[in-house]
């Protein structure tokens, strides 16, 4: 069997490949807070709603970059870092589909993503995330980021992380 392989590399944020992660993305994150907290799947309504309002144009240079991994070839997940000042990045998007968990992509997306947030000039990334995505949490804290106050006021922000980038 040939030796299936990870790669990552810059993607527009408005491509066919971006959308479709951005979509997958999405539905899984709002799906998980509504099943949790109300016990129903997210709206057909809401989702095309909030999908649209959240374009990633702050992922496109040259403040942004989206990063998109792909597993022998084919789009696996992505992750996103944007400018918040001259020396912090914040880290956004982070996603795998789910097949390709446990494969050791998440830890290459998410350095890729730091390299690109030193490329853009930060000496800081940060992100926040939620208490239910447990996953999320244990990969941060694996890669090297400490649980902080609060950066933001997102509504939906329960754990906000942030790292060095020496």
Do not use: C, Q
Request: charged residues 25%; glycine residues 10%; proline residues 7%.
């Amino acid at each position: 069997m040939p030796s299936m392989t990870w790669t990552v590399a810059p993607e527009p944020y408005d491509s066919p490949v971006a959308a479709a992660l951005w979509r997958a993305y999405y539905t899984e994150v709002s799906d998980r807070w509504y099943l949790l907290h109300e016990g129903r799947r997210t709206d057909p309504a809401e989702l095309e709603r909030e999908i649209a309002a959240h374009s990633g144009a702050d992922l496109a240079p040259p403040g942004g970059r989206l990063l998109v991994a792909r597993y022998d070839g084919e789009p696996a997940g992505s992750a996103g870092v944007r400018l918040l000042d001259g020396a912090t990045a914040e880290l956004t998007r982070v996603f795998l589909h789910e097949p390709m968990r446990g494969r050791g992509g998440a830890p290459l997306l998410v350095r890729a993503a730091e390299d690109a947030a030193r490329a853009l000039g930060a000496a800081r990334i940060v992100l926040d995330t939620r208490g239910d995505l447990v996953e999320a949490r244990g990969l941060y804290a694996r890669l090297g980021y400490t649980e902080t106050a609060p950066h933001n006021d997102d509504r939906y922000a329960e754990h906000w992380f942030s790292k060095e980038l020496a």
